[in-house]
Structure formats: structure tokens, C-alpha cells
Nanobody
Framework: HVQLVESGGGSVQAGGSLRLSCDAS????????VAWFRQVSGTEREGVAVICAGGDSRTYCHDVVGGRLTISQDNANNVVHLQMTSLKPEDSGTYYC?????????????????????WGQGTQVTVS
């Protein structure tokens, strides 16, 4: 089993930046891909960014991201970060960290919540 704990959320003004962190513990070797999902109240979780194979492969789930997001993995500390810049109000939501047991290579697989079995509790991001 893998335990995931998110941190780094908060309230910022449009144009600001946040760095989310996902700390992992437990069966780390069972964590093949790590992803960030965003959920807005009343909607399903949507994939934001995914990192796989120990950090060698990244997927950003929406083209509209436009280079504002960077996902990275610190293997020494078992942490995955999501750096978000030039934040917009539509970036608001609860951000969840998730990990999969399988290594996925296709974007649509990586961005689908059903392929992830371990989930954190979420961290709130509010952009005004």
C-alpha cells in the first residue's frame, strides 16, 4: 500500500504561483505513475499532470496549460511536486495526488482517474 499526503495549497491572486507537494510513504516501489488531479465541486476529477518511470516521462493532460505547470519528482525524498505559475481563477479546485500500480505510456490512460488506485486527501487551491 502507498500513502500519499498533499501540501502546498492555498489562496492566491490571479497571476500568482503555488507549489504543490505529494509526499509518499509505504510501498514506494509499487508507485509506477504519480499524477495530480483537480476536482471542482459537482464535477469529476480531471487529470492535470502525470509523471512516470521515476521521473523520466511526463504528461500534461490539457494543452491549454500552456507551459504554466511543471511536474517533477524528487526520488531521494519520495516527493512529487506540481509547480503552478500564472494562476487563473479557473485553476481553482481541490488537487489530489494519486499513484498507479501499473506503468502507463498513453496519455489518455495517464489522465484517467480510474487507472489510479492510491489517493491522497487533497489540498485546496483558490485563485481569485
Amino acid at each position: 500500500h502507498v500513502q500519499l499526503v498533499e501540501s502546498g495549497g492555498g489562496s492566491v491572486q490571479a497571476g500568482g504561483s503555488l507549489r504543490l507537494s505529494c509526499d509518499a510513504s509505504g510501498d514506494i516501489d509499487n508507485r509506477k505513475c504519480v499524477a495530480w488531479f483537480r476536482q471542482v465541486s459537482g464535477t469529476e476529477r480531471e487529470g492535470v499532470a502525470v509523471i512516470c518511470a521515476g521521473g523520466d516521462s511526463r504528461t500534461y493532460c490539457h494543452d491549454v496549460v500552456g507551459g504554466r505547470l511543471t511536474i517533477s519528482q524528487d526520488n531521494a525524498n519520495n516527493v512529487v511536486h506540481l509547480q503552478m505559475t500564472s494562476l487563473k481563477p479557473e485553476d481553482s479546485g481541490t488537487y489530489y495526488c494519486a499513484a498507479s500500480k501499473t506503468l502507463m505510456w498513453r496519455s489518455w490512460e495517464r489522465c484517467s482517474q480510474g487507472n489510479f488506485v492510491f489517493w491522497g486527501q487533497g489540498t485546496q487551491v483558490t485563485v481569485s
